[in-house]
């Protein structure tokens, strides 16, 4: 449980970003082109840093695993 704590923490960060990012985008004839490239890049870099936060503690290569001479095929 405490591995889950990091990735809600930094959830909700990134969505507070995105809030401020769709409130306070300056009016004008790109504000929808902005809001979205602003809400987008937090996302996609949101998701880089959970990939990767995740990756550090689940690694799909470990130690090897040693066993005893009596279990290995002859």
Sequence with gaps: MP?????L??????LGLMAC???FTPKGPQQVLIRTSLM???AACYLMWMVTYLAQLHPLIGT????PRSHCPQ
């Design 9 to 14: 923490f930094v959830l909700v960060i990134a």
């Design 21 to 23: 990012a769709a409130l």
């Design 40 to 42: 987008l890049a937090l």
């Design 64 to 67: 090897p695993l040693v066993l």
């Design 3 to 7: 591995s889950v704590l990091p990735i």
